[in-house]
């Protein structure tokens, strides 16, 4: 049964509801995806893990939502977004309740690595249902001039979930152990579940006329059939690789060359994290008036290119001298944090732009196939940056990263489509 925007059932300030319980959930399994990895210093200790399989680790979390994403995607848009949500919270919660019991380490016993890899595996698995299903409620609930705003406010769950993750988690874990960081995992998807229970229903159709214009999906051709998707998910795919570099293996970065104390590595992770959920609600806002989404994503990709290089030069400058000059590691701490919230600033303009072009009823599959590209691109990073360092060290590892965002560049934005963007826009001021 379909029910109108404007229904009793159904008023028009409920999509907020909506919106706040999807930004709940992305942000619950965010603290879990985004905060293990701010433990990374603690959890090579704890576990005993060299940096090999420290980054194998930490991938694996990424790995399993690559792998659900897609299906995932496919069953929010024939099941619908509640059930997606409330299947997918209701068993990360308890595979995390799992790794409490099973795979945490203690004074007395270190679990063998099957028990984490495997946990962490299916928590990946489990949790990959979150992304799509919110996603698809923001195309349907929200018309078409305020997607960008509604998809970047929930694209911000993903930096707060990690900016809380990286205050709390290092904490918990150094303090209270391995279990109680599970356990806390576990009980904040359980609370996003109930939001997610009593705010998220099947939402209206929107009027035809709002559906055939927002859909930029030829009639007949899916998602898995348009080569313009296809890029555009690569293109996001490819300028995640800095990002989760960042977020992998910037700890390790301040802790090992950088020399950082706890509370240093601390405060840039979340610096990070705030200011890309603050730059992705400006940046949603201000695409939405100025209709601009190509041009901003642009300017991202290059903005990306030209920090991480530097990066990789103050290292490489740097050489073994990182602990000797205080002004040099500020430097260091200042220019990775300002590289981490620049390629973190554009997911909800890309996403909306993804989604709108797919169509609000085929929304799932599309953000599906875009999380899917992401989470096999966050296996791959913290599997191989080991690998760079051990063959040139810090400097190949941002400089790699740099070359990441030049390569993403022109699939997420040809120059084809910023031409097209000035084109219609000198058109429009000259017909005002």
Not at 256 to 270: E, N, P, Q, R, S
Not at 312 to 320: H, K
Not at 344 to 353: F, L, P
């Amino acid at each position: 049964m379909t029910h109108s925007i404007s229904s009793p059932s159904y008023p028009r300030r409920h999509r907020w509801k909506v919106l706040a319980a999807g930004v709940a959930a992305n942000a619950a399994f965010s603290v879990a995806f985004s905060g293990i990895p701010m433990t990374a210093v603690l959890m090579r200790t704890g576990y005993q893990l060299d940096n090999a399989t420290l980054g194998l680790v930490l991938g694996l979390m990424g790995l399993g939502i690559a792998v659900s994403e897609l299906p995932w995607g496919l069953l929010t848009d024939r099941w619908g977004d509640r059930p997606v949500l409330l299947t997918g919270l209701g068993t990360t919660a308890a595979a995390l309740v799992a790794m409490a019991i099973w795979a945490a380490p203690s004074a007395q016993q270190i679990p063998g690595l099957g028990w984490l890899c495997g946990g962490l595996l299916l928590v990946g698995l489990l949790g990959g249902s979150v992304n799509g299903a919110s996603g698809r409620a923001v195309m349907t609930w929200f018309e078409a001039g305020e997607r960008g705003l509604a998809m970047s406010i929930r694209q911000t769950a993903v930096p707060l979930g990690g900016g809380i993750g990286a205050l709390v988690l290092p904490f918990v874990a150094l303090h209270f152990g391995f279990a109680a960081l599970y356990g806390l995992l576990a009980l904040l998807c359980t609370l996003s579940a109930a939001m997610s229970w009593a705010w998220v229903h099947e939402p209206p159709m929107a009027p035809r006329a709002n559906t055939a214009e927002t859909s930029g999906a030829p009639k007949g051709r899916g998602p898995l059939r348009d080569a313009r998707i296809w890029r555009i998910v690569a293109g996001i795919g490819i300028l995640c690789a800095p990002q989760f570099a960042v977020l992998s293996f910037g700890t390790v970065f301040l802790h090992d060359f950088g020399h950082a104390g706890l509370a240093t590595i601390t405060a840039t992770m979340v610096f990070v994290q705030v200011g890309a959920m603050v730059m992705r609600v400006w940046s949603g806002r201000w695409t939405d008036r100025r209709r601009n989404r190509p041009a901003y994503l642009r300017a991202c990709s290059a903005l990306s290119v030209l920090l991480f290089a530097g990066l990789a030069l103050l290292v490489l400058c740097a050489g073994t001298h990182a602990a000797d000059s205080s002004a040099l590691r500020i430097a260091l701490v200042v220019l990775l944090a300002a590289s981490g919230v620049c390629v973190s600033a554009w997911h909800g303009v890309a996403y909306t732009e993804l989604a709108t072009l797919a169509g609000a009823t085929r929304a799932g599959t599309a953000l599906g196939m875009a999380n899917t590209s992401v989470f096999l691109v966050c296996f791959i990073t913290p599997f191989s940056i080991p690998h760079l360092l051990a063959l040139q060290g810090w400097p190949l590892v941002w400089l790699a990263a740099s070359a990441c965002a030049l390569v993403a560049m022109p699939l997420l934005v040809p120059r084809a489509a910023v031409a097209d963007q000035k084109l219609a826009k000198t058109a429009l001021s000259r017909s005002t």
